[in-house]
């Protein structure tokens, strides 16, 4: 059974850093495209960052570009994403997500062609 599993989520102040981590297990991602997606109360979950799927290539949301860094440990089969300089606005639960098969035919971004997900690690930034 195929499950990603984040954590590292917590309560911090603004300005401070945090480090969310997914393990996959039940598959090898290390050829998949890995997305962050995040969700806050009342609003629709959005994408955050995504690495290609041979980490040539990563992108992410205006929002948070010069801020946080996506990156993957292949012999973790693990997917990170460090976050700095944290704002309010960025409070949130965090998902990381897979798409369906490997190769570059996915770029990790678009959330309605992700198929596997985690269950979310919370992250709130106080003011």
């Known amino acids: 059974q195929v499950q990603l599993v984040e954590a590292g989520g917590g309560l911090v102040q603004a300005g401070e850093s945090l480090r969310l981590s997914c393990v996959a297990s039940g598959r090898t991602f290390n050829n998949y495209a890995m997305g962050w997606f995040r969700q806050s109360p009342g609003k629709e979950r959005e994408f955050v960052a995504a690495?290609?799927?041979?980490?040539?290539?990563?992108y992410y949301v205006d929002s948070v570009k010069g801020r946080f860094t996506i990156s993957r440990d292949n012999a973790k089969n693990t997917v990170y994403l460090q976050m700095n300089s944290l704002k309010p606005e960025d409070t949130a639960v965090y998902y990381c997500?897979?798409?369906?098969?490997?190769?570059?035919?996915?770029?990790?971004?678009?959330?309605?062609?992700?198929?596997?997900w985690g269950k979310g690690t919370q992250v709130t930034v106080s003011s």
């Open positions: 997500a897979a798409p369906p098969g490997s190769g570059p035919s996915y770029s990790g971004r678009n959330e309605n062609l992700m198929h596997y």
């Open positions: 690495l290609s799927w041979n980490g040539g290539n990563t």
